[in-house]
């Protein structure tokens, strides 16, 4: 069985950076430029989200938690471009994956059925890597 995380992480981050991408550039005024440097990927791939080349996913976008994952996206593209870190949006986004049962749908959606995987919270511990590496 999948952990949450992995879950998480192929289905849910990689369509919300691309709502994200697409909310701050039409949105928000930023340019694709500043968002890939947000983002820390290049400009093309922004351009890739922004087409819907990159980032979509049927699962959300045919289930009934569609507007509220939409609208999380756009509370948080509001938080990002006043300032927030991103970490902390994409955090918020996955906690409401896993609150609002879009998550137990994505169980769904691989074919597992019965006992699901348990989600730790994530410590959100912060790396520093030092500068003589």
Do not use: W
């Amino acid at each position: 069985m999948k952990m949450p995380c992995e879950l998480i992480v192929t289905h849910i981050l990689p369509t919300a950076r691309g709502a994200l991408a697409k909310e701050l550039v039409h949105n928000h005024g930023m340019t694709q430029v500043q968002v890939a440097n947000l983002f820390g990927v290049t400009s093309a791939a922004v351009s890739q989200y922004i087409k819907g080349l990159r980032g979509g996913n049927n699962l959300i976008d045919k289930s009934a938690y569609r507007d509220d994952f939409y609208k999380m996206i756009a509370d948080s593209a509001n938080a990002v471009a006043g300032g927030e870190d991103l970490t902390e949006s994409l955090c918020r986004i996955c906690a409401f994956v896993k609150e609002s049962g879009l998550l137990k749908a994505l169980y769904v959606f691989e074919g597992y059925s019965g006992d699901l995987g348990i989600c730790a919270e994530c410590p959100r511990t912060a790396i520093t890597i030092p500068e003589e590496i």
